[in-house]
């Protein structure tokens, strides 16, 4: 068998026109433009590249968005007022503080001041806890992505094995609960977990975040398996070059899988289109209006198991 490839590409695009789509009628009919305010603190290049990805898609999609960057050396009391600031803003609907942040500030505490109706990146312990809870939420965009993936393949995730390899707060703890509310029966497995490859051998859906490129082998998968890599490791390639590779060894997983996402090209441009669905989804929120459901795409016929 030769995997599926999950295109991320054009299912971030579709997603990223439905957002589009959702922000231009909220505009037309309710005079209501989602905006969103996006903190960088310092120059670090990688996340200049983010920021700059980031605001030109808010712009695309017709919403407004607000660039406020710091010096790198910021006092985190100056941080904290800037996003008590946006946090009375009313055109900001939505606060993306760019991680990481430079060691003198407290990242959990300025993540913590953001208010969770504007926590797009859905990092706040009370977004955590309503999601833990089965409330209404702003859900991680990593996470949501897997998801959305997932079910390009699956529509329906309900009595499938998921097993998360990875149990960081910002991918594997949050995934396990949206897939919880898809219904899906979920391991979470980490560095500890005893057997790792067995475990993985009885998913119906494998998603790997554990930051250790090609660490899930060929003999890990359950033939037909849905295998959704979220790692993303830069290293040195042919003719001094590097290259980027997932959790995942992809070639020899291909042989196995029933689909798997590819590193670079499948997870990651999943990311930006959910923060635009979360900023357009705490836009409604914020005004009491119904929130979009974004999370069920047309289903790729020719990916249907
Ligand atoms: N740095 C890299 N990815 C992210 C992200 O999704 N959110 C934030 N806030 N910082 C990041």
Redesign the pocket.
């Known amino acids: 068998m030769t995997a599926r490839i999950i295109d991320g590409k054009t299912i971030a695009a579709e997603l990223r026109g439905r957002v589009a789509d959702a922000a231009h009628r909220l505009a037309r009919d309710r005079t209501l433009v989602p905006g969103l305010a996006v903190v960088l603190v310092g120059n670090n290049p990688a ?1 200049e590249v ?1 920021v700059g990805s980031k605001t030109k898609a808010t712009v695309g999609s017709g919403m407004r968005s607000f660039d406020h960057r710091l010096p790198a050396n910021v006092s985190e009391a100056d941080l904290l007022t800037l996003v008590g600031r946006l946090n009375r803003d009313p055109v900001v609907h939505g606060i ?4 990481p942040l430079p060691a003198h500030i407290d990242s959990q505490k300025v993540l913590a001041a953001i208010d969770p109706a504007k926590d797009v ?1 859905g ?1 706040h312990p009370v977004n955590l806890g309503r999601l833990a809870a089965g409330l209404p939420a702003l859900a991680p ?2 996470p949501l992505g897997c998801v959305i993936l997932a079910k390009t393949v699956r529509p329906s995730l309900e009595g499938l094995e998921a097993v998360i390899i990875g149990r960081s707060n910002i991918v594997g703890k949050p995934l396990a609960l949206l897939l919880l509310g898809e219904n899906a029966t979920v391991t979470v497995a980490h560095s500890r977990t005893e057997d790792l490859p067995e475990v993985c051998r009885r998913a119906d859906l494998v998603f790997a975040a554990v930051g250790r490129p090609e660490f899930v082998r060929k003999g890990w998968i359950k033939p037909g398996a849905t295998v959704i890599d979220v790692g993303i490791t830069r290293v040195p390639g042919a003719g001094g070059k590097s290259k980027l590779l997932g959790d995942v060894a992809f070639a020899e997983a291909s042989e196995v899988a029933g689909a798997i996402t590819p590193v670079p090209g499948g997870v990651g441009p999943m ?1 930006i289109s959910c923060l635009l669905a979360n900023t357009v989804r705490a836009a409604c929120m914020q005004a009491g209006l119904p929130t979009p459901d974004f999370s069920r795409l047309s289903p790729d016929e020719s990916m249907r198991d």
């Open positions: 996340s983010y993306l503080v760019q991680l990146d990092f965009c990593t990311t």
